[in-house]
């Protein structure tokens, strides 16, 4: 599936592509919390998340990820879109919840970059 | 602080960084890649510098006034130091578990904060040194080989 393809799929509205929206989607990774994607999402990842500050693009910079679909409906600020444009990081959003979001490109074939986290937390 | 056996110095640069800036939070780092892709190191040691870099950069950004990053390729490792005028770090032992942190409510908001940070860069780099004072700031050298 590609990036138009989850488009399509959540209802979701493209507000930025330059030119990344035919890139396959294999796996996904989805947090609220930026310091566990940056821990945890590998290279190559659709990010999946609520959050819509211009972290959330340096973010998808520095782990090379593929894309951004931010859930529930939030729109990006200002800066985030700019910043998405500058750095040619795709970006999109779903009214979808998470949860939903999760299931419904897991069904159709996303599979996590990671299962599970090597180690628990202490 | 620079390693004997470094081998011949390539490259160095020198960014500051204002604490506070969220707006603005990431752009060293986002040099810092540019520089290592154009450069031509290998991308998955460009992955780690990367994510090791903005983990500190935003501990600047979160914690301290302003920082200073020094920045140097040799032949044999990449090495950044980030020097910080803030509130320094009262335990490192402690800051350096998985899941420990002193953040404000508006840096978690930002999505940060889950005390992951140093153990991320500590991950990710193949020496890291903090030194730090409170009240004062802290020094963070990381080492990375190529």
Avoid: W
Wanted: proline share 2%.
């Amino acid at each position: 599936m590609t990036l138009k393809d989850v488009a399509k799929l959540l209802n979701a509205e493209i507000l930025i592509c330059e030119d990344g929206c035919d890139v396959e989607v294999k796996t996904a990774f989805a947090a609220d919390l930026l310091s566990d994607v940056l821990a945890y999402a590998k290279e190559g990842t659709l990010l999946i998340t609520g959050i819509t500050n211009p972290q959330v693009i340096r973010t998808a910079e520095m782990l090379e990820l593929i894309g951004i679909l931010v859930v529930r409906g939030k729109a990006p600020d200002a800066e985030t879109l700019k910043l998405a444009q500058t750095k040619s990081i795709p970006l999109m959003v779903t009214k979808y919840i998470m949860f939903e979001s999760c299931g419904r490109l897991h069904r159709n074939g996303v599979v996590g970059c990671v299962e599970s986290v090597p180690n628990a937390r202490s | 602080m620079q390693d004997r056996e470094a081998g011949e110095l390539l490259l160095e640069k020198r960014f500051s960084i204002e604490g506070g800036n969220f707006i603005h939070a990431g752009g060293v780092s986002s040099s810092i890649k540019k520089i290592l892709k154009d450069i031509g190191i290998r991308s998955e040691i460009i992955r780690r510098a990367s994510i090791a870099c903005y983990e500190a950069e935003m501990n600047v950004v979160a914690y301290a006034k302003k920082g200073e990053v020094t920045f140097r390729v040799t032949q044999q490792h990449l090495q950044v130091l980030f020097k910080d005028e803030g509130q320094g770090i009262e335990n490192i032992g402690l800051a350096m578990q998985e899941g420990y942190s002193t953040a404000t409510d508006a840096i978690r908001e930002m999505g940060f904060g889950a005390g992951m940070g140093l153990p991320n860069i500590k991950r990710n780099v193949d020496h890291l040194n903090i030194e730090s004072m409170v009240g004062v700031g802290t020094t963070l050298e990381m080492i990375i080989y190529t």
